[in-house]
């Protein structure tokens, strides 16, 4: 097989990348090679089936790793202008609860993958599937892609295969090591976008429980980063969107982070020991357990005071006194969970890490491989749940593709720099 540009991988990045390069070279021939049966598979499931493909507040903030993930985005079409205009995918912004998300209107990703499909179609790009590659040798000014039964000889190749998240969906970091092999420098990884694990002797008991809070993740004293949003507790983890957006972080502060939970964050310390100290008197005769549970679900209030107080939950609530109010209000307000591991790769949706900044151009072109292009997931930014890492994986994309295809005309094809 013979192609001016290969894409490896179907995914949401390598779509956009084949498109953006056949729309500016559309002589060149442009093949997307895709290990799985079917392009975007991923893409089916993200948002739940619904497709956060991207968030109407875009910001440094909200991408981490060490590209600089808006100076790409913002030299590329919005969503409005990619999804709305050229793709006629109708979108919508804030449903599903979620600020600034946009999703496409049908509420459904197959929308979003049939109109790129469509698209990809239209403009004559070759979808090869079932074709993983598993070698990439530079030669005579191109690439020669070796898959199972045979090579693809190409001009220009663009890496889109993603990186560990969701093994399932074909991205199990295979093609990260094949790139490492080639030395080609890549960030540490870890999941993001994922749950943090937690002893399971700490939350012993609070299984299953869920609280609107605060969470903060600390490094030595340091607060790192605060979110507001839904804590969920489980067996071995605490999980929610808040908690996702943290787990980057233990990339750089492995052993060393901790979270901290406000559980009420609508009330000061002083107003939460003012409202238990009227309680304790109003509820005499009631057990220590009655105390919070007008407050919280049952589980919580039964773990605050066993694990804060060291009290049984049905001894008296006169048992309880004012330094265990004290006590249970700085627990409540910041309540500590070290951090033990990070999830793995099956419950992350996002890799923190990846191909360093200083490997690629600003083009996204290999500084060793002249010809060869990355984009997606693969590079060093992970962006935070809401539609970030769509956004990444459609901008890194289109500016990849375009620039692979600009490159057709001149450029040092395959050399190594
Ligand atoms: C369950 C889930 C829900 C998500 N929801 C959202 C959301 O709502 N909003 C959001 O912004 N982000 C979401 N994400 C994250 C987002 O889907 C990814 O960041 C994005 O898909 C990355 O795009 P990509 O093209 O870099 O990689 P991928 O979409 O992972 O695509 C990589 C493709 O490359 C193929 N491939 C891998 N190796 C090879 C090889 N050697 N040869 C050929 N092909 C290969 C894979 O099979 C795969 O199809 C979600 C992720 C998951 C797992």
């Not at 700490?202 to 609280?211: C, E, F, P, T």
């Amino acid at each position: 097989m013979k192609a001016d540009i290969v894409v490896i991988g179907g995914g949401a990045s390598g779509l956009a990348a084949a498109m953006a390069a056949k729309e500016t070279a559309p002589g060149a021939s442009v093949l997307i090679a895709e290990k799985l049966p079917r392009t975007g598979k991923k893409l089916i499931a993200t948002g739940n089936g619904k497709c956060n493909l991207s968030n109407n507040s875009l910001g440094k903030r909200n991408f981490h790793g060490s590209i600089d993930a808006m100076s790409i985005i913002s030299r590329t079409p919005d969503w409005h202008e990619l999804f709305d205009e050229k793709l006629g995918v109708a979108c919508v912004t804030g449903s599903e609860g979620r600020e600034g998300g946009v999703y496409p209107r049908s509420n459904s990703s197959t929308t979003v993958l049939n109109a790129l499909r469509l698209r990809l179609s239209s403009l004559g790009v070759i979808e090869q599937c079932e074709c993983e590659i598993t070698e990439i040798k530079s030669s005579n000014g191109g690439f020669t892609l070796v898959y199972y039964g045979g090579e693809i000889v190409c001009r220009k190749v663009i890496i889109a295969a993603g990186g560990y998240a969701a093994p399932s969906f074909g991205t199990d970091g295979g093609m990260l090591r094949i790139i490492k092999n080639m030395g080609i420098k890549s960030e540490k990884i870890c999941p993001a976008v994922a749950p943090l694990r937690v002893s399971p002797d700490r939350l012993k008991g609070l299984k299953g429980v869920r609280i609107k809070g605060e969470i903060a993740a600390f490094s030595d004293g340091r607060e790192l980063r605060r979110e507001k949003g839904e804590i969920q507790f489980n067996e071995n983890n605490v999980s929610g969107i808040c908690v996702f957006n943290l787990a980057y972080l233990f990339q750089q502060y492995e052993g060393r982070l901790t979270l901290r939970a406000d559980l009420a964050p609508d009330m000061t310390t002083d107003e939460l020991g003012a409202y238990f100290h009227r309680l304790r008197s109003d509820r005499c005769g009631f057990t220590a357990e009655e105390l919070l549970s007008g407050f919280f679900v049952k589980n919580l209030a039964v773990w605050l005071i066993r694990n804060v107080l060291g009290k049984s939950p049905s001894e008296p609530i006169d048992s309880i006194n004012d330094k265990d109010i004290e006590h249970l209000c700085r627990a409540v307000k910041s309540l500590e969970l070290e951090v033990t591991g990070c999830s793995p790769w099956q419950n992350a949706q996002s890799t923190m890490g990846g191909i360093s900044a200083n490997q690629v151009t600003d083009s996204l072109e290999s500084v060793k491989y002249g010809g060869m292009y990355f984009c997606g997931e693969i590079l060093d930014v992970a962006g935070d749940c809401g539609g970030y890492n769509l956004q990444w994986a459609w901008s890194s994309g289109i500016w990849a593709g375009k620039n692979a295809a600009l490159s057709l005309k001149g450029g040092n094809n395959g050399k190594g720099r």
